[in-house]
């Protein structure tokens, strides 16, 4: 079961910068606070994976899931949730 919320910057920094250090070693940069996230978690509550789509309109990027969880399309249900969003 997986669960995936959108929001502001300000309403997802703290799982999606704790995401992206633990994939990718960077936190943040310029973009993130004028773009939309969204963030997916997991039935234990637990944050899994994160994206962003940036100055509005546009193909989902940054995106990041957990090592383990890789292949098991939550890369492709953030997108869908961004383009809905």
């Known amino acids: 079961m997986l669960s995936l919320r959108t929001g502001s910057w300000s309403e997802t920094r703290d799982a999606v910068a704790a995401l992206r250090r633990a ?3 960077v936190g943040e940069d310029g973009a993130d606070e ?5 963030v997916a978690v997991n039935r234990l509550g637990q944050d899994v994976g994160c994206a962003r789509r940036a100055g509005g309109a546009g ?3 940054a995106i990041r899931v957990m090592g383990a969880l ?3 399309g939550i ?3 953030l997108r869908q949730a961004l383009a809905a969003g």
């Open 70 to 72: 890789r292949g098991a």
């Open 75 to 77: 890369g492709a249900a």
């Open 34 to 38: 004028t773009a939309v996230h969204a």
């Open 23 to 25: 994939t990718s070693g």
């Open 59 to 61: 193909a989902a990027d």
